[in-house]
């Protein structure tokens, strides 16, 4: 329990500083969860303790319905090899699920609206992920360092994002977002017409010896190639 606590406090200092959560908001505790509510009366998980390998996350906790999962709420489960999100699921914080090693399989709600920068950051077990329809906002690469992965499922009724050859687009500025690591291939054509390469999209391509950009390319974002040690662009 000492352990719990501390990263309740750790988490309430990390969603502080992003919006009007204080370490005096109340925290509620219910088996293995520990979360906080919304104004809308919604449950958001801050914190898992529990050992479970397959885990299925409920729709309710002491009968508030789950409608987040905040900053790091999993983060370093390294037990953890399958995670479903219950349909209530509107927004995944970032670096939710960061250092689960050995998840393999992820299944997100219709509904999810908000995925967070990094929220899957280092998870080597991940070959593959289906990203909801109802997807609208993401943050920074959330598949960062996913060594594995090599297919990104996006349905064509997504209004938000896409996928080229199983790379990640967003419509809406023409961004590319993530170049799965477990494509290992050593060229890549970036489209044309795409505008931007966000913030660690290549990161880690180990494989990559060469990436042409088209001429519609305006910005290259921080850390977009980082860890490509075998690339030169032209």
Known sequence: MKRVLVMVLAMLTLLGAARAVTPATPVHFCGDYVYILLD????????????ET?????????????????????????ALRTVTLPEGVRAIGDEAFAGCTRL???TLPQGLETLGG???????????IAL????REMGTNPFVDCANLCAIDVPAAC????????????????RLVCYPMGLWTDSYAVPEGTVTIGARAFEQGIFLERVD???????????AFNGCAALSLP
Not at 59 to 74: K, N, R, Y
Not at 118 to 128: K, N, P
Not at 216 to 222: G, H, K, P, R, V
């Open 159 to 174: 209004a938000a994002f896409y996928t080229v050859d199983g790379v990640l687009f967003s419509r809406g500025d023409q």
């Open 132 to 135: 909801p329809a109802t997807l």
């Open 40 to 51: 809308d009366g919604g449950a958001e998980i801050v914190c898992w303790d529990g050992e």
């Open 54 to 78: 397959d885990l299925a996350v409920p729709e309710t906790l002491d009968g508030h319905p789950v409608v987040s999962v905040s900053e790091c709420a999993f983060a370093d489960c390294r």
């Open 118 to 128: 990094m929220a899957f950051d280092h998870c080597e077990g991940l070959t593959q």
């Open 213 to 223: 950009l088209p001429a519609s390319m305006a910005t290259i974002e921080d850390g």
């Open 104 to 106: 393999s399989r992820v």
